[in-house]
């Protein structure tokens, strides 16, 4: 069943603080990974296979390079499950 | 040597204890770091040998769970080891150009290299880590401790068995006295306490098999001897030119006075019995000490406590030293520690450094019936060193054939 954004959200965030320890709260939708939490791409793939795992989507790596802030990430997750 | 090479700083993570003083203390007092292994894996896997010693203090309470997570548990140690040395000689200003680390490793990042295999196998290539190979090289912790520090003047590992951070030390003294770095961090570290390693070991006939007593197992010298005794943790020194160490006013331990490096070309992993390298290599670490071998009082012996190698290693001091053996205080720190691969170098150079200062050899325990055939004055409880200046050697030796030596001076 699909997540609501919210919780899509919170998950993420969650992923984040344990990849980089960032705060969560910190993890916000304009966020961008790289500008605004400095998240290098080594981090940012292993955020994306653990969000796959979390989420059960799949998210081709032609696609991180388009999810640019964590909004990007969250609208292509919720809409990936459909 | 052109200029003196000073220790203005020591740190370490072993089975003894979570820093040096811990593990100095314990040491002194005769404890055993060798314990059973509680994994599940020694069952699963029917491991012959179900014991080690292994890190006092788990790398986990140190580092923050970020730096755990992109650093190999070899790289955790020598980051933990390398910053409590930094902190020891007083987080020393120094230009990150004139900075330099020679930090090894024996094995390097086996945990991450074979986590990773079975991941692949059980979940597939995307699910690979991408830092896997970051965590599992083995200048890992050597680039590890250099971004910590800021080091910008050469970050190299030397690899060499089990001599490999005896090598490693010894390298930093041609860094020192190229009059291009001021300071280095120098030591090793292992993690090897994996299922792999242990089988591998133990299929070569190296560990010792006391499962029913791990405390007693690691017994250098002793006739009822089987091998060794597998150990993790780091070893960490600050190394600088007694010119920049003065300078800014930093205590000093001892004088790094001689490194030498030298090989058998014998057999892949049996000493040359004659130990006509081992030899070699402690006479040009004395000669590089413009030392003479009665300046020699202690000896942190390599000593694993297996049975070929202690005799070797006492053919070549016998071959040194004469008579004057009969006269140094000769001490096998891994009857406590068991042995730390890549970290062994490390850690038993700190030991002898703390024997100089403290002018107090460490003892060696579980020596019940001292082998006939190497009739070495044994510490077996702590023992004071005369006064005066005094001179201490360090040895390690590595499966390829390898003999490193390094040789300490007391300082005033």
Known sequence: MALAQSEVLAGLAEIVNDETGIATEAVQLEKSFTDDLDIDSISMMTIVVNAEDKFGVKIPDEEVKNLITVGDAVSFITAAQG | ?412
């Open chain 2, 1 to 412: 040597m052109s200029s003196k090479i000073v220790v203005t700083g020591v740190g370490a993570t072993t089975p003894l204890g979570g820093d040096v003083q811990s593990t100095w203390r314990a040491l002194l007092a005769g404890e055993s770091g060798i314990s059973t292994l509680e994994q599940e894996w020694v069952a699963r896997y029917e491991i012959p040998v179900t014991f080690a010693g292994q890190a006092k203090v788990p790398a986990s309470e140190v580092l923050t769970p970020q730096e755990a997570k992109r650093l190999d548990p070899s790289s955790q140690f020598a980051l933990i080891a390398a910053r409590e040395a930094w902190a020891d000689a007083g987080s020393p200003e120094v230009q990150p150009e004139r900075l330099a680390v020679e930090y090894a490793t024996g094995i390097g990042g086996v945990w991450t290299l074979l986590d990773a295999f079975d991941t692949l196998k059980e979940r597939g290539p995307r699910r690979v880590l991408p830092m896997t190979v970051p965590m599992l090289m083995p200048n890992g912790p050597a680039a590890a401790i250099g971004m910590d520090i800021a080091a910008r003047g050469g970050v190299r590992t030397a690899v060499s068995a089990c001599a490999s951070s005896t090598e490693a030390i010894a390298n930093a003294i041609t860094r020192l006295q190229s009059g291009e770095i001021d300071v280095v961090v120098a030591g090793g570290c292992e993690a090897g306490i994996h299922p792999l390693p242990i089988a591998a070991f133990a299929a070569m006939h190296a560990l010792s098999r006391n499962n029913e007593n791990p405390a007693a197992a690691s017994r250098p010298y002793d006739t009822a001897r089987d091998g060794f005794v597998m150990g993790e943790g780091a070893g960490a020194l600050v190394l600088e030119t007694e010119e920049h160490a003065l300078a800014r006013g930093a205590k000093i331990y001892a004088e790094l006075v001689g490194g030498s490096v030298t090989s058998d070309a014998h057999h892949i992993t049996a000493p040359d019995p004659e130990g006509t390298g081992a030899a070699r290599a402690v006479l040009a670490a004395l000669k590089q000490a413009n030392a003479k071998i009665e300046d020699v009082v202690h000896i942190n012996a390599h000593a694993t406590s297996t049975p070929v190698g202690d005799i070797a290693e006492y053919t070549a001091l016998r071959r040194v030293f004469g008579d004057h053996l009969d006269k140094i205080a000769v001490s096998a720190t891994k009857s406590s520690t068991g042995h730390l691969l890549g970290g062994a170098g490390a850690i038993e150079a700190i030991f002898t450094i703390l024997a100089l200062k403290e002018r107090t050899a460490p003892p060696t325990i579980n020596l019940d019936n001292q082998d006939p055939a190497i009739p070495l004055d044994v510490v077996v409880s702590p023992r004071k060193l005369p006064d005066g200046p005094i001179l201490a050697i360090s040895n390690s030796f590595g499966f390829g054939g390898h003999n490193a030596v390094i040789a300490f001076r007391s300082y005033n």
